[in-house]
């Protein structure tokens, strides 16, 4: 499995971006997936999180403002965010769980800063 995550850039508070993950084949109806994100100095946190069957759900500190969201057709997984606010700063990375055998597969990051 291969993931490639784009979509991030500098954004001014209260500003939206999208990010994506375009995984290298069909294998959301195998894989959880899921946003995580590393801010400078801090460990990686799970930020927003969708099944196979299609739950999802979030970090408290995004809820809201955050939708996590998968295209079947394109096998390509998003992150809305809306709102930013400077602590949502950090490298984005997308990941892929196969939830019986805590197989992981990771994509490389991509770069959030919201700043004014």
């Known amino acids: 499995v291969q993931l490639q995550a784009f979509g991030g850039g500098l954004v001014q508070p209260g500003g939206s971006l999208r990010l994506s993950c375009a995984a290298s084949g069909s294998i959301f109806s195998i894989y959880d997936m899921g946003w995580y994100r590393q801010a400078p100095g801090k460990q990686r946190q799970l930020v927003a999180h969708?099944?196979?069957?299609?739950?999802?759900n979030y970090v408290d500190s995004v809820k809201g403002r955050f939708t996590i969201s998968k295209d079947n057709a394109k096998n390509t997984v998003y992150l809305q965010m809306n709102s930013l606010k400077p602590e949502d700063t950090a490298v984005y990375y997308c990941?892929?769980?196969?939830?019986?055998?805590?197989?992981?597969?990771w994509g490389q990051g991509t770069e959030v800063t919201v700043s004014s």
């Open positions: 990941n892929a769980n196969h939830p019986s055998f805590d197989i992981n597969f």
């Open positions: 969708i099944t196979r069957g299609g739950s999802t």
